[in-house]
Nanobody, 115 residues
Framework: VQLVESGGGLVQPGGSLRLSCAASGLTFSRYVMNWHRQPPGKGRELVAA????????IYADSVKCRFTISRDNADNTVYLQMNKLKPGDTAVYFC?????????WGKGTQVTVSS
C-alpha cells in the first residue's frame, strides 16, 4: 500500500493550493480518507475527512469554508482544495487511509504560507 501526496509549496497569504494524494495497492473505495497536518513544533491534527463514497465530509473548525476535501474513486485519488490560506496553515500535510484496522499514511507534503 502506498499513499503519495503532492501539490504542496510556498504560497502567499490569501492564495490557494490543491493537494493530491494518490493511492495504490488497496481497494481505494473501501477506505475512508483523511487529511491531517502537522505545523512546525506542534502535534498532528485532523483537517478533513471524507466517506468512502465521497458523499459526506467533515472539517476542522479552523479550515471550514476555506478547505474542501474530495475524492475520485476511479482514479484512486483524494484531494484537498485550500483557499484563502493563512500563515497558520503552514504545516506538513499528510493523507491517511482507514478501513477498520487497516491504517495507512503518506509521507506528507510541505505547505508554507508566507509573504
Amino acid at each position: 500500500v502506498q499513499l503519495v501526496e503532492s501539490g504542496g509549496g510556498l504560497v502567499q497569504p490569501g492564495g490557494s493550493l490543491r493537494l493530491s494524494c494518490a493511492a495504490s495497492g488497496l481497494t481505494f473505495s473501501r477506505y475512508v480518507m483523511n487529511w491531517h497536518r502537522q505545523p512546525p513544533g506542534k502535534g498532528r491534527e485532523l483537517v478533513a475527512a471524507i466517506t468512502r463514497a465521497g458523499d459526506s465530509s467533515i472539517y476542522a473548525d479552523s479550515v471550514k469554508c476555506r478547505f474542501t476535501i474530495s475524492r475520485d474513486n476511479a482514479d484512486n485519488t483524494v484531494y484537498l482544495q485550500m483557499n484563502k490560506l493563512k500563515p497558520g496553515d503552514t504545516a506538513v500535510y499528510f493523507c491517511q487511509a482507514i478501513n477498520g484496522q487497516d491504517n495507512c499514511w503518506g509521507k506528507g507534503t510541505q505547505v508554507t504560507v508566507s509573504s
